[in-house]
């Protein structure tokens, strides 16, 4: 089955933009990044951020984050793939992610979540702006929690 990743969540004043592969079964349906109950991002991003992102509706959590100049989007923009795991991601068509990176004048980093969204790397150097590449939030990464935030940390000084 193929699948589409969502629009990019970002505004001119984006400093730090999160990319992650292609959207998961969960967050599909539900029409939302990060969807999946056990998926860690909007925790690990509370923490980040130092607000309360797991308990706001999803509309808020968009609004929360672009407030602290986080932006969202994928690596894939449409892919083959049955279920949720990045392994299974066939026949990709990536997104125009410099294109994207070139309307961003504050952008200061690109993150990757996880290994798989961390492959388009290698398209992005040289675009003046740091690039790092974070332990997965997916539930399919079964590092622990405070493992993980410990790397998500880093993000702190491009969102205050």
Not at 27 to 40: T, V
Not at 41 to 65: C, E, H, I, K, N
Not at 106 to 125: E, I, P, Y
């Amino acid at each position: 089955m193929r699948k589409s990743s969502f629009p990019p969540v970002v505004a001119a004043d984006t400093r730090l933009l999160i990319l992650g592969s292609l959207p998961g079964e969960a967050s599909l349906q539900a029409g939302q990044y990060y969807a999946h109950p056990r998926n860690q991002f909007w925790r690990l991003m509370a923490a980040v951020t130092g607000s309360t992102l797991p308990m706001l509706d999803y509309p808020q959590r968009l609004a929360a984050l672009q407030a602290h100049g986080v932006g969202l989007w994928d690596v894939v923009a449409d892919a083959q793939r049955r279920g949720s795991l990045d392994a299974d991601i066939r026949e990709a068509r990536y997104n125009p992610l410099l294109e994207l990176l070139a309307e961003l004048p504050a952008l200061r980093a690109v993150a990757f979540n996880g290994k798989t969204a961390g492959r388009a790397q290698a398209q992005l150097a040289g675009c003046g702006v740091e690039l790092l590449v974070l332990p997965s939030s997916s539930p399919a990464l079964t590092t622990a929690f405070d493992k993980k935030l410990e790397e998500w940390q880093q993000l702190v000084r491009y969102i205050s």
